[in-house]
């Protein structure tokens, strides 16, 4: 079993930035791969960021939604079993709840949350204008 629990979300104006961190359990976590996903109301879930682990090579390679390049960073620090997700420059279109997941396939897309085999609760992101 593996858990996740997200911090860091919070109420920012348009423009601001928010750090988001998410904290795994478990001895293997560098060798996963993780993504950071996000959930508007009425919205479907999608892929914000998403983060290679050491397992199957290409380590740290990492992939961003167009509605966020530039703006968002992901990054791990496998040491504290940590992996984040820096904003900059948030808009109300940010708005969402922001989930971390692991990726348990290798099969399906990263951008399917069905990829996904370990959820944290999330945790809310409002941006106001």
């Known amino acids: 079993q593996m858990q996740l629990v997200e911090s860091g979300g919070g109420l920012v104006q348009a423009g601001g930035s928010l750090r988001l961190s998410c904290a795994a359990s478990?001895?293997?976590?560098?060798?996963?791969?993780m993504g950071w996903f996000r959930q508007a109301p009425g919205k479907e879930r999608e892929l914000v960021a998403h983060?290679?682990?050491?397992?199957?090579?290409?380590?740290?390679?990492?992939y961003y939604a167009d509605s966020v390049k530039g703006r968002f960073t992901i990054s791990r620090d496998n040491a504290k079993n940590t992996v984040y997700l820096q904003m900059n420059s948030l808009g109300p279109e940010d708005t969402a709840v922001y989930y971390c997941?692991?990726?348990?396939?290798?099969?399906?897309?990263?951008?399917?949350?069905?990829?996904?085999?370990?959820w944290g609760q999330g945790t809310q992101v409002t941006v106001s204008s």
């Open positions: 478990g001895r293997t976590f560098s060798s996963y791969n």
């Open positions: 997941a692991k990726q348990g396939s290798l099969l399906l897309s990263i951008r399917m949350s069905e990829a996904h085999d370990y």
């Open positions: 983060i290679r682990g050491s397992a199957g090579g290409s380590s740290g390679m990492t």
